[in-house]
Each structure stands twice: as C-alpha cells, then as structure tokens.
C-alpha cells in the first residue's frame, strides 16, 4: 500500500496519526494532528453517546481537518492520503524534517488590533481549531460553534466558514 503523502506528511510536520475502529457506523477512522488534538477527537468518539455524537458532527462538518473513514484500517490510510495529496504539495527540506508540507488552500483567522489598527491575519492550526472545541456543555461542539466568531474562538470560525471550491468542493461530497 502506498501511502507518500501521509508519509511525507508525517514527515513533515512530526504530527501523531491515530486509527481506530469507529463505535457507529463501523469501519475505521484516521486523523492526523497534533498529538493533543488527535488524544481529544479518540477520547470524544470513544466517549458517552454525546461526546462521540459531537466529535462526529465536527468531523463530518468539516471536510478539510486530515481526517478520513474508510471499511478498513488500510482503507482509512489511503483516503487519508489521498485527501493529503489534495490538500497539501510536498518539497524536499534542508532543514532536519525531510519534507515541507506546503497548503494548497488558505485557512487564516484575524489578530485582534486595537482601535484604528488595521487587523492583520494569521495561519490557523489544526490543534488551535481542536482547542477551541473544548467547552463544559454537552453539547461541546454545538456550544462551540454557536460561540465562534472573528475574536473568539476564531480558529473554529476559519474552519467553520471555509469556501470549499474548485478543487475543494468534492471534499463536501
């Protein structure tokens, strides 16, 4: 099985790669991300019935986070890889990481600016976005959503309002 976007992904960026049986619907899941983050999605799906319904509605609302499903292991790794490819271009590195993972789409948030300062945009992460899922309700992930906006939980809000075109738009298929 060939896997050289995941694998120069991996590379690339030192994040974890977890697989699991899924608890409903069967088959397997893969997400690959920060350690932190990959701990929390596991730790949701695996959870009560409101966690994992939550941890589910995040993940099938949002195409773009490195997560895919697949009947078996094997098949969740090469969806996985085949959506890295989509998302990502891969260029040797000289630096100790073998490879660069450079974006081929834009998912930045605004800075906060003080009055007559311009804002100014950054790059948003994919444990940033995992990070601001984390609230008290049960409803985490509703909760979270319906509290997200350019100052608060701004990493989510990126996601959130991401124009999936061109290339993308097959992603929400």
Same mark, same amino acid.
């Given at each position: 099985?060939? %896997?050289?976007? #995941?694998? =120069?992904?991996?590379? @690339?960026?030192?994040?974890?790669?977890?697989?699991?049986?899924?608890? $409903? &619907? +069967?088959?397997?899941? @893969?997400?690959?991300?920060?350690?932190?983050?990959?701990? *929390?999605?596991?730790?949701?799906?695996? &959870? /009560?019935? *409101?966690? !994992?319904?939550?941890?589910?509605?995040?993940?099938?609302?949002?195409?773009?986070?490195?997560? !895919?499903? &697949?009947?078996?292991?094997?098949?969740? %790794?090469?969806?996985?890889? @085949?959506?890295?490819?989509? #998302?990502?271009?891969?260029?040797?590195?000289?630096?100790?990481?073998?490879?660069?993972?450079?974006?081929? *789409?834009?998912?930045?948030?605004? $800075?906060? !600016? /003080?009055? +007559?300062?311009?804002?100014?945009?950054?790059?948003?992460?994919?444990?940033?976005?995992?990070?601001?899922?984390?609230?008290?309700?049960?409803?985490? $992930?509703?909760?979270?959503? @319906? +509290?997200?906006?350019?100052?608060?939980?701004?990493?989510?809000?990126? %996601?959130?309002?991401? =124009? $999936?075109? &061109?290339? *993308?738009? +097959?992603? #929400?298929?």
């Amino acid at each position: 099985m060939e %896997l050289d976007a #995941l694998n =120069k992904y991996l590379e @690339a960026t030192q994040d974890h790669l977890g697989v699991e049986d899924q608890r $409903y &619907g +069967g088959g397997f899941r @893969a997400i690959v991300a920060h350690r932190s983050a990959t701990d *929390f999605l596991f730790d949701m799906l695996e &959870g /009560d019935d *409101f966690q !994992a319904t939550e941890a589910m509605a995040f993940l099938g609302d949002s195409p773009l986070f490195p997560s !895919a499903t &697949g009947k078996t292991p094997q098949e969740a %790794l090469q969806n996985l890889n @085949a959506k890295l490819e989509l #998302l990502h271009t891969f260029e040797p590195s000289t630096s100790v990481k073998k490879w660069k993972a450079i974006r081929r *789409f834009e998912l930045k948030a605004q $800075y906060d !600016a /003080d009055p +007559g300062e311009e804002r100014d945009w950054y790059d948003v992460s994919w444990v940033d976005i995992v990070h601001d899922l984390k609230s008290s309700s049960l409803y985490y $992930y509703e909760d979270s959503k @319906a +509290g997200c906006s350019d100052c608060e939980k701004r990493d989510l809000h990126a %996601l959130i309002n991401f =124009k $999936y075109e &061109g290339p *993308f738009a +097959g992603l #929400l298929s």
